[in-house]
């Protein structure tokens, strides 16, 4: 006799760069899956600075699984704002469905899905990276509701949160939400994709396109230029520790580019650092293969991907403790290092210590390049399953019927 299917409906804003989590979940016997989009990438979408690299994503996103696009009314389409994304016909597909996760409350679009979910009953699963409430900067009007929306949203509304990280479980708990409701679901890359390029790469070749020698110890800042994301503590501390033989690799775009060029004059180290503009994400993984170390110095940075994508590649990895990634992925002094957040003093010094030690780097990247074996894709999609898998049998008694018991162990990917 053949096993009834759950049929579960997925509701993000747009494809993102890794679908490998929802090409496996797609191999899934019990589940029957459809990953519902509010808008495909276009220029409508990309106007928020925040959106400014994601032309560089030539990787394929929408094959071996299956999805819809939702037709978008809103009259001002776009991420980043609340009515950006208005997709009345996400009703009709959540009416459909057994069971429904949404990526996030920040569109109308979402909350349509949310209140449908909520009014018919069905088990419902909301996602979301915050690990705190107030970036560094101090409260904002936006903050202040937050305070009183997310307690409510997560304690009275969903049936199972998923978060990326430890940081944003941690957060979340503190809420009031019971631990037992709160699943971790990796944040990944494609770490396959990314292993196999960097592993082809002729790193001297790399280093020969920017000019940098092939004895360098090379730095890797990857993020867009903008100020959360502190490009100006990576040049000034790379400056500040002034290591013979050092090199930095500035890897991105932005509103701070011009500023940025102008620093490095400023700091009179022009000769040893390297703008490479936007990077093709096919490419990417070149690019860290050719460096050593990843500085990444956000001020506000729910999880961090860069982070992922050096380590897959041997690189340890210096951040902020306003990154989320770190709780998870940075052993102090093994995978990498931890500093506080705008401290360019501390990151100086531990450039200065690491770069000085071009074995203890190496021994660092094997490191990172270990523990990213157990944080990819297989693991986010069999976390997300078995929170499916609570969400729908904390919802319905007669979850057993359709063969897929609460304590029954989710089939291997």
């Known amino acids: 006799m053949r096993e009834a299917k759950y049929s579960v409906l997925l509701v993000s804003s747009q494809p993102i760069q890794n679908a490998v989590p929802l090409r496996l979940m797609a191999e899934h016997p019990r589940l029957d899956v459809l990953t519902a989009y509010c808008g495909l990438p276009d220029v409508k979408l990309w106007r928020d600075p925040e959106y400014l690299n994601k032309e560089a994503f030539d990787t394929p996103v929408l094959d071996g699984y299956r999805w819809t696009e ?9 991420l980043g704002k609340f009515y950006g994304l208005i997709n009345p016909g996400l009703i009709k597909l959540v009416l459909k469905s057994d069971c429904c996760v949404v990526f996030g409350h920040s569109y109308v679009s979402f909350w349509l899905a949310i209140a449908t ?21 101090g409260a904002s009007r936006k903050t202040r509701w937050k305070k009183k929306i997310l307690p409510f949203l997560y304690n009275r509304v969903a049936d199972v949160v998923l978060v990326p990280s430890t940081a944003s479980k941690r957060f979340i708990c503190s809420l009031g939400v019971p631990d037992e409701r709160v699943i971790v679901t990796p944040y990944v890359v494609d770490n396959n994709f990314i292993a196999a390029v960097a592993a082809k790469t002729d790193r001297g070749k790399i280093r020969e396109n920017w000019q940098i020698p092939s004895d360098a110890t090379v730095v890797v800042f990857c993020a867009k230029f903008l100020p959360r994301k502190r490009p100006h503590d990576a040049l ?6 002034n290591v013979p033989g050092s090199y ?3 890897v991105g775009e932005g509103p701070l580019g011009d500023s940025l060029r102008s620093e490095t004059e400023r700091l009179r180290i022009v000769d040893r650092v390297r703008f490479t503009g936007l990077i093709k994400y096919s490419h990417l993984p070149e690019v860290y293969a050719a460096g050593d170390v990843l500085v990444f110095p956000s001020e506000h940075e729910p999880y961090g991907l860069p982070i992922n994508e050096a380590m897959i590649c041997g690189l340890p990895a210096i951040v902020s403790d306003r990154v989320g990634a770190g709780y998870d992925l940075v052993k102090e002094g093994e995978t ?13 010094a531990i450039l200065r210590e690491i770069l000085h030690d071009c074995a203890r780097v190496k021994e660092m990247g094997a490191a990172a390049r270990r523990r990213m074996e157990t944080w990819s ?9 078995c929170a499916i898998e609570k969400a729908i049998a904390l919802k319905s008694r007669n979850f057993m019927r359709k063969g897929m018991g609460h304590n029954q162990r989710p089939v291997e990917f």
């Open 70 to 78: 939702v037709s978008n009314y809103s009259p001002l389409p776009g």
């Open 117 to 137: 979910a909520k009014l018919c009953r069905k088990p419902l699963l909301l996602t979301t990276d915050a690990t705190y409430l107030e970036p560094a900067s």
């Open 236 to 241: 000034r501390a790379f400056a500040q520790a």
């Open 248 to 250: 930095l690799l500035m």
């Open 336 to 348: 990498g290092f931890v500093y506080p957040c705008g401290d360019v003093d501390a990151l100086a």
């Open 377 to 385: 894709p297989r693991e986010n999609a069999e976390a997300t399953v």
